[in-house]
């Protein structure tokens, strides 16, 4: 993990292609993070292209933002300077708003739950459309981690977030009002001015998934960590889809499959994750706070209470709702 981190920071790029030398075509992807659950998909999607199309293809894993802040890199996949990205979906809704619907609390229940949820095809043909008329589009989907609110003054109830700044998955409406209602102030900051934010106290706390605040060590900052109900971190990979279609058609399916299989595949190794990092957390002094279950109610009744405001500015909204509401339903029954 160390020599991860390190290459990281120092800019130098995760190669997992075995042909890296003979490759002809590079694909970057880059991502805010590390060792997690995208660095893990990268893993098992090169060992499937490898595989299928030894020494074609060379892919180049940036983690850590190498590439640029997460505003810098998706606008670079939309034109192509970059062939794909992994952030969370909120980052995306500023391009493409109906990447929005997967904010919504109560549609994921887990990591598991999500892999049938994106496996349902009625599900699928909706998402494959988000992103297109932008020049991009998703080509493999997961729950990277839940979503925890992290403050210097811990919240245990609703009531707790009035008056603390805190920084936001996203900066549309659905991240930013319920917020605003219960007297916090929300605003949308790229992952990697958080932990200097948090430091210096500039932000009095963070919403972001549960494996960042470990892989980061947040918990030398502050130790209160709220589990945030219903809510998890989803993060798309998105590919420039020019890009796809000039890798011709066999390439285009090798990597279009075999980015699917990758999604699959990483299950397992997100939940164990998952587990791991609570344990760190809490043998780093963390603590992880759950709300009682009326506070819980309240804080989902309050998200729902904007949903009018959400409809009004994306009017594509409720039909992906509905559409992904009733995948989410048909997954828990399996």
């Known amino acids: 993990m160390k020599s991860m981190i390190k290459a990281a920071l120092?800019?130098?790029?995760?190669?997992?292609?075995?042909?890296?030398?003979?490759?002809?075509?590079?694909?970057?992807?880059?991502?805010?993070?590390?060792?997690?659950?995208?660095?893990?998909?990268a893993k098992a999607f090169?060992?499937?292209?490898e595989k299928r199309a030894p020494g074609k293809i060379k892919v180049e894993f940036y983690p850590s933002n190498q590439l640029g802040p997460i505003p810098a890199t998706v606008e670079g996949t939309a034109l192509g300077t970059i062939e794909m990205i992994s952030v969370?979906?909120?980052?995306?809704?500023?391009?493409e708003p109906r990447f929005l619907v997967l904010d919504m609390p109560g549609l994921f229940d887990n990591t598991e739950h999500g892999r049938k949820v994106f496996s349902d095809p009625e599900a699928r043909a909706v998402l494959s459309q988000?992103?297109?008329?932008?020049?991009?589009?998703?080509?493999?989907?997961?729950?990277?981690?839940?979503?925890y609110l992290l403050s210097h003054k811990p919240v245990r109830k609703v009531a707790d977030l009035a008056g603390q700044k805190l920084r936001m998955p996203g900066g549309a409406p659905l991240h930013l009002e319920p917020y605003r209602k219960v007297g916090a102030s929300p605003l949308s900051m790229p992952l990697g001015e958080v932990l200097p934010a948090m430091q210096n106290k500039t932000i009095d706390g963070a919403i972001s998934g549960l494996?960042?605040?470990?892989?980061?060590?947040?918990?030398?900052?502050?130790?209160?960590?709220?589990a945030l109900p219903g809510s998890v971190?989803?993060?798309?990979i998105v590919a420039n889809s020019a890009f796809l279609k000039s890798l011709g058609p066999d390439l285009e399916k090798v990597v279009r499959e075999e980015a699917m299989n990758a999604e699959n595949a990483i299950v397992p190794w997100g939940?164990?994750?998952?587990?791991?990092?609570?344990?760190?957390?809490?043998?780093?002094?963390?603590?992880?706070?759950?709300?009682?279950?009326?506070?819980?109610?309240?804080y989902i009744d309050n998200v729902v209470s904007i949903l009018p405001v959400v409809y009004a500015a994306n009017p594509n909204f409720k039909a992906d709702y509905d559409v992904l509401s009733a995948a989410a339903q048909r997954a828990r029954s399996k």
Do not use: C
């Not at 890296?20 to 992807?29: C, D, E, R």
């Not at 090169?46 to 292209?49: D, E, P, R, S």
């Not at 971190?233 to 798309?236: G, K, L, Q, R, S």
């Open 211 to 226: 494996t960042v605040y470990t892989g980061f060590k947040y918990y030398d900052v502050a130790k209160g960590m709220t």
């Open 46 to 49: 090169t060992a499937g292209v």
């Open 271 to 298: 939940v164990a994750d998952e587990a791991a990092a609570l344990e760190t957390w809490r043998k780093n002094g963390g603590e992880v706070i759950k709300m009682p279950a009326e506070e819980e109610k309240k």
């Open 233 to 236: 971190i989803i993060a798309p």
């Open 10 to 41: 120092v800019g130098v790029p995760l190669l997992f292609a075995a042909g890296a030398t003979q490759a002809q075509i590079k694909i970057k992807i880059s991502t805010p993070t590390v060792n997690d659950m995208a660095q893990e998909w």
């Open 88 to 95: 969370a979906s909120g980052f995306l809704v500023g391009l």
């Open 130 to 147: 988000f992103g297109k008329s932008k020049g991009l589009e998703p080509i493999a989907y997961f729950v990277h981690s839940p979503l």
